[in-house]
């Protein structure tokens, strides 16, 4: 078993340590003792040196060992450790703001944490349960940071599991069990590293809230991390202030009824597009002479068949003696209208021409729409109409 500095002093970043054991090639080394955090309750491995060889990896092994993976082999005998500092602070940060929030969610709403993660952007607790209200969040935020200010100090005291152990969450651990408790809040059993005192957590910030698999997924970040973010939450904010030359606070009342006149605009919008094009199939109907028959037709390719082109082809039919026809070249496909004193079922033309071609359609006596495998096919149809 490797002796764990961190279990009693999270804050050595220095250590004389005695290689005990080493893989082949040298690049995975065992010690007698280690300050640095290996992978494990949610927590993420510690960074570092040992001899001034970068370590890649620290990992907790089944047998109670503690693996220190580097970047080039060593061999010695005595090594000097060295933690970086800046991440295993920030660990220590979002770990202890975990255990704020989680006795804070219990107190609060008597909510459960089923488990946490500590990742390199936020950190996340799923709670047991199915809601949590923005004023239930706003609640939480202020009444963690209340104690945050009120630097009450966290301990770690070690109790054997046969003792009643007032702690917040069951452990199945046996034997020794490490204890860490917030002053008059809470009590865990956790083998991670701390701060020794909530002030050191440095204000809490709660982001995100989403429902995973029946539980609250609160995602939150504590010190540094939280002021970065909360910096490029303003920055981003005051870039759309910027563009409605309005104050951060007036910013979005107004992206919601610039939103709804949007909407309203481009409703009114397909309305006359729709009135345009009823208008321009009018306009081609008068411009375009009868034939021998007495039927005026006229012949359009457009690039698709459209709501507007609809409108084109009812507002030309719906004038006496007419057929209107469209076609779009790739995919091969057409739209045939026809006025009622035509003569032509537009429906009944053009499934009985497009499935002689191997293609489909159908439609109305008045309007019909269809396509057809190819460009020679679609074109020897509408030869014959218009
Ligand atoms: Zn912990």
Redesign the pocket.
């Known amino acids: 078993m490797t002796e764990r500095i961190y279990y009693t002093d999270s804050y050595a970043t220095e250590f004389r340590a005695a290689v005990v054991d080493a893989t082949p090639d040298h690049l995975g080394i065992y010690l007698d003792r280690t300050a640095f955090y290996p992978t494990s309750?949610g927590q993420p491995y510690d960074l570092g040196t040992i001899n001034g060889i970068e370590i890649r990896e620290v990992m907790d092994e089944e047998d109670g060992r503690v693996a220190h993976l580097l970047s080039a082999p060593l061999d010695a005998s005595d090594v000097e450790c060295r933690i970086d500092w800046a991440r295993r602070f920030d660990h220590m940060q979002q770990?202890t703001g975990?255990?704020l929030l989680s006795a804070v969610l219990l107190e609060l709403f008597g909510a459960q944490t089923v488990s946490f993660h500590l990742g390199a952007e936020s950190s996340t607790i799923d709670i047991a349960r199915g809601v949590l209200d923005p004023g239930e969040v706003r609640r939480t935020l202020e009444r963690a940071n209340q104690i945050v200010f009120e630097n009450r100090t966290v301990t770690v005291t070690f109790r054997h599991s046969s003792e009643d152990l007032g702690i917040r969450k069951p452990t199945e651990r046996e034997g020794v069990v490490r204890i860490?408790s917030i002053e008059d809040l809470d009590q865990?059993a956790?083998g991670?590293t701390?701060v020794r005192a909530t002030g050191e957590i440095g204000g809490v910030l709660i982001r995100r809230i989403e429902k995973v698999r029946g539980n609250m997924r609160v995602e939150f970040l504590c010190g540094m991390r939280a002021l970065k973010r909360a910096h490029a939450d303003y920055e981003a904010l005051a870039d759309i202030a910027r563009a409605f030359s309005a104050t951060l606070d007036e910013t979005p009342g107004l992206v919601r009824t610039t939103i709804e006149k949007l909407q309203d605009s481009e409703k009114a919008r397909r309305k006359l597009a729709i009135e345009v094009a009823q208008a321009r199939g009018r306009q081609l109907y008068w411009e375009t002479p009868h034939a021998s028959d007495g039927l005026r037709r006229a012949r359009r390719t457009v690039p698709e068949i459209t709501d507007e082109l609809r409108a084109e082809a009812q507002a030309f039919a719906g004038c006496e003696r007419a057929v209107f026809c469209a076609v779009v070249e790739e995919p091969p496909s057409l739209l045939l209208a026809a006025s009622k004193d035509s003569g032509i079922n537009a429906g009944q033309v053009l499934k009985e021409a497009v499935s002689k071609a191997g293609g489909r359609g159908g439609g109305s006596s008045t309007m019909a729409q269809g396509s057809v495998p190819t460009l020679e096919s679609l074109n020897s149809i509408v030869t014959h109409w218009a």
């Open positions: 309750g770990h975990q255990h860490v865990s956790c991670g701390h």
